[in-house]
């Protein structure tokens, strides 16, 4: 079984509905990430998560809100869908290493959303 | 200027060369390095880091650190068509302890 999960791995919708990504890891980690990926701009950090209360804003938040429903889930909300917002979605998790310089990023499969 | 930066590419590379990547990064507070192998469609996979300046090899992949010119490379020896994919720069900041910077990534073509 993959140690995270993303649901639905494809979705097509219209501009103006509200979408929901969903993310959940049995590794256990308490670090959990959205990133949005585009051709020839690479993964773009949208929200993270250190903990179940620690909730950030990543570079292109706008749009976009989160939830962490618990340690292992982590959601992903487009309130009103835009068609620039068309991109590969991926969750991420790495564990908390106190003190370590390598703490590996592991990702889900990635949600292809269309916003039409 | 972006933060990390790498050449897009595509990279092509006869079977058995060496495929030689780079990425340079803007912050100098930057600690950890990380190479990324994504294939079309699918999700990034770890392939090395390195943290300290210097030569780190794993089996045909080598990562090189400079520090002070503020770049790292990744060597692809005895390249295979199973290498062709996208590979993605990674930097961790000291100051932002679990955030990476990713690069826009390279991509290499092996050809038979």
């Known amino acids: 079984d993959a140690d995270v999960t993303q649901t639905p791995r494809n979705r097509i919708t219209k501009t103006g509905k509200r979408i929901m990504l969903e993310c959940s890891q049995t590794?256990?980690?308490?670090?959990m990430y959205w990133y949005r990926q585009d051709p020839g701009l690479g993964l773009q950090l949208i929200y993270y998560?250190?903990?179940?209360?620690?909730?950030n804003k990543g570079e292109i938040s706008d749009g976009y809100s989160v939830s962490r429903q618990a340690q292992a889930k982590f959601s992903l909300s487009l309130e009103s869908a835009i068609p620039n917002q068309t991109a590969l979605y991926f969750c991420a998790t790495s564990d908390r290493l106190a003190g370590s310089s390598y703490n590996e990023q592991f990702f889900g499969p990635g949600t292809r959303l269309t916003v039409l | 200027q972006k933060e990390v930066e790498q050449n897009s590419g595509p990279l092509s590379v006869p079977e058995g060369a060496i495929a030689s990547l780079n990425c340079t990064y803007s912050?100098?507070?930057?600690?950890?390095f990380f190479w990324y192998r994504q294939y079309s469609g699918k999700s990034p996979e770890l392939i090395m880091f390195?943290?300290?300046?210097g030569d780190k090899e794993d089996g045909r992949f080598t990562a090189q650190l400079n520090k002070a010119s503020q770049y790292v490379s990744l060597l692809i020896r005895d390249s295979q068509p199973s290498d062709s994919a996208t590979y993605l720069c990674a930097v961790r900041r000291t100051d932002s302890w679990g955030k990476f910077q990713f690069g826009a990534g390279t991509q290499v073509v092996v050809t038979p």
């Open positions: 390195i943290y300290s300046n």
């Open positions: 998560s250190f903990d179940v209360k620690d909730i």
């Open positions: 912050d100098r507070g930057s600690q950890s």
């Open positions: 590794k256990g980690h308490d670090r």
